[in-house]
């Protein structure tokens, strides 16, 4: 699962041949305009629109003049960008209107696809000013999504207040609250309906952490030091300076160790390193550096 989201739009790409080529093509909207405080609404409530070739400049272009409008480039050949376009469809309703999600199937938006020159599917590009502000390509998380969008948002000057699923909430109350065991069942049923969630997924290896750490000898650092090939040493290590906030000790043990073992063994530890990373957060430039380390020792 990718976490990461992609490198900023960039290439300067300018859309308005695209625009003066679709008013040649088409004739006039006779529908009038969104109206202020409903950017990109075909009426109250509509959050999301399908969109063509023949539409895009009525849907996209004129209503990126007046608010921000996100495109979804999928394919029904690639499962990726169906997940991906489902996701923005459910953040886009959560958002209430404060952007518009417009829904493009490459194979009836090929003169947009090649204006805005992309590469992959799924594609996800953020227009504002008839213009385009950003993009990622490739498969999308959950939370890369929400990275996505806050980043663009910020970026047009919107003020989007953020969203906070009462499912995802409860469970980490349960957690707050030290209720493991219903924390723990919450996240799972999460996941169930939300597979891609990496909000439950760390709220999961937190719950693992908290339960590891209640055995956890207080010298386990010194222990692991005294056996640096001992992978549970190294485990037990590793949660504890998690725990104490030195989390880069943390990954940079566990990273000595996958280099020092292969198979079954090398896996486990990159798991575990895994789950930190996720307890850490994406967005941790310690998680990023980690990262670049383990790639460097598995490839």
């Known amino acids: 699962m990718n976490d990461q989201v992609p490198s900023r739009f960039s290439g300067g790409v300018d859309l308005s041949a695209l625009a003066a080529q679709q008013q040649q093509q088409q004739p006039a909207p006779s529908q009038a305009p969104a109206a202020p405080g409903l950017p990109g609404a075909g009426g109250p409530g509509v959050v999301s629109i399908d969109v063509t070739d023949a539409t895009v400049q009525s849907e996209v272009l004129e209503r990126s003049l007046e608010s921000?409008?996100?495109?979804?480039?999928?394919?029904?050949?690639?499962?990726?960008?169906?997940?991906?376009?489902?996701?923005?469809?459910?953040?886009?309703?959560?958002?209430?209107?404060?952007?518009?999600?417009?829904?493009a199937d490459v194979q009836q938006n090929q003169q947009l696809a090649a204006a805005l020159q992309l590469q992959a599917l799924p594609a996800v590009v953020a227009l504002a000013q008839g213009r385009p502000v950003d993009l990622v390509q490739g498969?999308?998380?959950?939370?890369?999504?929400?990275?996505?969008?806050?980043?663009?948002?910020?970026?047009?000057?919107?003020?989007?207040?953020?969203?906070?699923?009462?499912?995802?909430?409860?469970?980490?109350?349960?957690?707050?609250?030290?209720?493991?065991?219903?924390?723990?069942?919450?996240?799972d049923k999460y996941l169930k309906n939300h597979p891609a969630s990496i909000e439950a997924e760390?709220?999961?290896?937190?719950?693992?952490?908290?339960?590891?750490?209640?055995?956890?000898?207080?010298?386990?650092?010194?222990l692991a030091d005294a056996a640096p090939d001992d992978i549970d040493a190294g485990l037990a290590a590793a949660d504890l300076e998690m725990l104490s906030g030195l989390a880069e000790n943390a990954y940079d043990r566990l990273i000595k160790l996958v280099a020092g073992h292969f198979g079954e063994e090398r896996e486990r530890v990159r798991k575990r390193l895994v789950e930190l990373?996720?307890?850490?957060?994406?967005?941790?430039?310690?998680?990023?550096?980690a990262r670049r380390k383990l790639s460097s020792v598995l490839f």
């Open 68 to 103: 921000l409008v996100i495109v979804v480039f999928w394919a029904d050949q690639v499962p990726e960008s169906l997940q991906t376009r489902d996701l923005l469809q459910q953040l886009a309703q959560a958002a209430g209107g404060a952007w518009m999600l417009a829904k």
């Open 139 to 187: 498969p999308q998380n959950e939370s890369g999504l929400r990275q996505f969008i806050n980043k663009v948002v910020q970026a047009v000057g919107l003020d989007v207040p953020q969203q906070v699923d009462p499912e995802l909430a409860a469970a980490e109350n349960h957690l707050m609250e030290g209720e493991l065991d219903a924390a723990e069942a919450a996240y």
């Open 202 to 222: 760390a709220g999961l290896a937190q719950v693992k952490l908290i339960r590891r750490a209640g055995v956890l000898p207080e010298n386990a650092a010194a």
């Open 277 to 289: 990373f996720l307890i850490a957060g994406a967005d941790d430039p310690a998680v990023a550096k």
